[in-house]
């Protein structure tokens, strides 16, 4: 009996040191699969360092194409609101003229078409207006209205 009691506990601790150097390996696994998966990550971000290396050896040339981008959409964004101002500026001497603008748009990336009308001397101390306020006519075609004293007006207008 006490040979059988023995060849018990024997079995017992031989199972329970199995099952602890199972958990240990079973965590040892899964540390090793954690570092292979930082591994990675960090070889992946080599990888991008390199390859954006690679395409920005040439750091002053690299510098001098990203400023010319910035300068050109700076540009771009100075345009739209030289328009918009230009818009605004227009409508606003219009209305304090008496004069209708009828078509607004833009022609280009520098100008804008407009047609508008209004009592004739009204027509003109607009256009004169405009002259004054700094806006540059490039063309400029006026007529009379069926109505007699009313002057219709084409004209484009270049940006600065």
């Known amino acids: 009996m006490m040979q059988q009691r023995v060849k018990t506990i ?9 099952a602890v150097l199972l958990v240990q390996a079973w965590s040892l696994l899964g540390e ?12 992946q971000e080599l990888a991008q360092a390199k390859q954006f290396a690679l395409a920005h050896k040439d750091y002053e040339g690299y510098k001098e194409r990203l400023d010319a981008q910035v300068s050109k959409l700076e540009q771009a964004g100075i345009r739209r609101s030289s ?5 605004r500026l227009v409508q606003r001497l219009a209305a304090e003229q ?20 209004g009592d004739f001397f009204a027509a003109l101390r607009w256009l004169r207006r405009l002259e004054r306020e ?23 207008v270049q940006m600065h």
């Open 32 to 43: 090793r699969e954690a570092l292979a998966a930082q591994e990675q990550e960090v070889r």
């Open 134 to 156: 700094g806006v540059c006519i490039s063309e400029l075609q006026a007529y009379q209205k069926a109505q007699g004293q009313t002057l219709g007006v084409e004209l484009v």
């Open 10 to 18: 024997s079995y017992g601790c031989m199972l329970a040191l199995a």
């Open 83 to 87: 328009v918009t101002a230009c818009m």
């Open 98 to 117: 008496g004069v209708q603008v009828q078509m607004v748009q833009g022609e280009g990336k520098q100008s804008l078409q407009l047609a508008a009308e």
